[in-house]
């Protein structure tokens, strides 16, 4: 019996509005993913059921992604187009290349591999969301839609800005081609990487709202020392609350697991290029190197823009994480007051508080690649190893032109 793709009824809903649900919002993620050979997946009837598989154009798709990918790389690392004065400086713009395609090839193996775990990714967001409109906390689904469309209007605008500048510059169609989907692989990276930690980040939000209305202070919690305990229905609540919560966790391992990978191939590929062009600044400051063939628009774009990258990526990180720690907070002072609770009932609600605290010490809904999280942390290693790097790499310049030297 063949089995009917759901396509048409995912697609169908990409111009439908008012969005209901996470599922009338995937197709432009879809889309993003399958033209980049990243979502080489096709859903099956029945989008919500959560099971995928894999047709042909799907395998055709990755297979062109990945030809052109290691056709690119190839080219890039044997391209002697690009001329520096400095040979540290045209091994570094040849291990940036490098290192851009790898990145893509590996992201692109591995969204091959666990390519069906995406569909589980987005049945867990729903399963949380319909958690949250139980507590009062209705995602909008239609703003969601609109925001994601901006931000990967305005990535791909960039993106078409730094080409444009790089296309002014004299240089050849071919290595034109190359740096344009190099750049198109490491936005689409981004674009995955962004909406993985903003999905995660929206519903920790909410659910530390929902957890702060539901058991409110009176007053300013610093200063006043009673509680209120509205009735015992918030047992229930709590329970509700926990319950998101862990969805939550499980909703964050799930984007860890099948979205890790990519955000680590947008960090790699940026820290890169960011390492050696502020290795080729201290260049210009020995003049080593002209001013000239540092600073001009399409390198200085390229930074702002992979800076940006770097940052917004633990930006997001950090913010999932304090998320936590409010809601540790807040179940603190709870604890801290339960002298002030009246209710015959408060006690119970204290031990279920309890409980709820130790959930919050022993899981953490971050998102990280199994090796580092992401978060400030990221920012600060990222740091100190391109100091390093920059030294050694000043020591290997200094000892080259001191053998380039002519002997009197």
């Known amino acids: 019996m063949k089995v009917k793709s759901g396509n048409r009824e995912l697609l169908g809903s990409l111009f439908r509005f008012p969005k209901t649900d996470v599922f009338d919002c995937i197709p432009l993620h879809y889309l993003v993913l399958k033209m980049s050979g990243m979502g080489c997946i096709t859903p099956r009837s029945g989008v919500r059921n959560g099971t995928t598989m894999t047709t042909l154009l799907d395998i055709v798709l990755f297979v062109v992604h990945l030809t052109l990918a290691i056709s690119m790389m190839i080219y890039g690392t044997l391209n002697t187009e690009r001329h520096s004065r400095s040979s540290i400086m045209l091994i570094g713009v040849k291990l940036v290349n490098f290192t851009c395609y790898v990145s893509t090839i590996y992201g692109l193996i591995s969204c091959f591999i666990n390519r069906h775990e995406i569909w589980k990714f987005y049945n867990e967001c729903h399963a949380v969301d319909k958690v949250l409109e139980a507590l009062g906390k209705k995602t ?130 940026s820290f890169v290029f960011l390492l050696f062009y502020t290795f080729a600044f201290t260049l210009v400051v020995r003049s080593v190197i002209p001013f000239d063939s540092v600073f001009y628009a399409g390198p200085l774009l390229s930074y702002v823009l992979f800076s940006y990258n770097v940052f917004i990526i633990a930006f997001l990180g950090n913010a999932l994480k304090q998320q936590v720690n409010r809601l540790c907070f807040v179940c603190f002072k709870f604890i801290t007051f339960r002298g002030m609770l009246v209710q015959v009932f408060a006690s119970f609600v204290m031990r279920v508080l309890r409980l709820f605290l130790m959930q919050l010490s022993h899981r953490s809904p971050i998102i990280t690649c199994g090796l580092f999280p992401f978060d400030w942390t990221l920012i600060f290693s990222l740091n100190s190893t391109a100091a390093t790097y920059i030294i050694i790499l000043l020591q290997f310049e200094s000892a080259g032109s001191a053998s380039e030297v002519p002997t009197q």
């Open 140 to 269: 909008n689904f239609t703003q969601s839609f609109f925001v994601f469309l901006a931000y990967y209007v305005g990535a791909i605008s960039s993106a078409f800005v730094l080409i444009i500048v790089l296309r002014r510059e004299d240089m050849s169609w071919m290595l034109l081609i190359n740096i344009t989907y190099s750049y198109f692989c490491l936005i689409t990276f981004h674009i995955v990487s962004i909406t993985c930690l903003a999905v995660v980040l929206a519903r920790n939000v909410r659910l530390n709202v929902a957890f702060r209305e539901q058991f409110a202070f009176d007053g300013d919690a610093m200063q006043t020392s009673s509680l209120t305990v509205y009735s015992s229905k918030q047992i229930v609540v709590l329970r509700q609350i926990m319950q998101a919560f862990d969805q939550i966790c499980d909703l964050a391992d799930k984007g860890s697991f099948y979205y890790g990978v990519q955000i680590m191939v947008s960090v790699a590929g």
